[in-house]
């Protein structure tokens, strides 16, 4: 069965501090993974998307990893703000998908304290 | 560049009741999908169209239906609304190809009593 689990399912750090998030998945065949991220009370928004040839992927402060071989991604936030407070969602396309064959995690919520 | 718009933002209905969800999109894009968005479970496809005039079923189809009569624009039905359907949802949009980048809307809040 295609599944996404992710892991913690909340965390709370101090801000300035890093963290990482995890994201284990069974889709199979894999075309692409997607980190989300969502503000309370608004929609997803796109961190990256990594494809099977890709590693390790930025966008500013914002570092996802992906190993397809393990089946594992991870999002690592460094010196975190408060504004980085948020649900974080993993999210897994098979290859050949359409629109129905994204896979989404649950997510992760994260809060940062001042 | 409005990017996707969705209303209304909040709605109440009684059991029974029938409505329809809009979702606007000004980016050209092909695909635009329905998704809702409950506690503690991440977001669940409810139908998806790869162009206008073309939909098809996602994850949780029962008790809704759509409508794409044009590119821009993709309709949510609830014929009769019962309260399991409430939810928030969340309309998307993105070019076709599957590591396009999807634009999400900002959510209707839907309550049925």
């Known amino acids: 069965k295609n599944q996404v689990e992710q892991s913690p399912q909340s965390l709370i750090i101090l801000e300035g501090k890093n963290c990482t998030l995890q994201?284990?998945?069974?889709?199979?065949?894999?075309?692409?993974l997607r980190w989300y991220k969502q503000d309370t009370g608004r929609g997803p928004v796109s961190l990256t998307i990594m494809t099977f040839s890709e590693n390790t992927k930025s966008n500013g402060r914002y570092t996802a990893t992906l190993d397809a071989d393990t089946k594992q991604s991870s999002l690592h936030i460094t010196a975190s703000q408060l504004s980085d407070s948020a649900s974080y969602i993993c999210v897994v396309s098979g290859r050949g998908s359409t629109l129905g064959r994204l896979y989404f995690g649950r997510g992760t919520q994260l809060t940062v304290w001042p | 560049n409005a990017g996707v718009t969705q209303t209304p933002k909040f709605r109440v209905l009684k059991t029974g009741q029938s409505m329809t969800l809009q979702c606007a999109q000004d980016m050209n894009h092909e695909y635009m999908s329905w998704y809702r968005q409950d506690p503690g479970m991440g977001l669940r496809l409810i139908h998806y169209s790869v162009g206008a005039g073309i939909t098809d079923q996602g994850e949780v189809p029962n008790g809704y239906n759509v409508s794409r009569l044009k590119k821009q624009n993709f309709l949510l039905g609830l014929e009769s609304a019962a309260p399991s359907q409430t939810s928030v949802y969340f309309c998307?949009?993105?070019?076709?190809?599957?590591?396009?980048?999807?634009?999400f809307g900002p959510g209707t809040r839907l309550t049925v009593l």
């Open positions: 998307a949009s993105s070019y076709p190809f599957s590591t396009d980048t999807q634009y």
């Open positions: 994201c284990n998945y069974t889709v199979s065949p894999f075309s692409n």
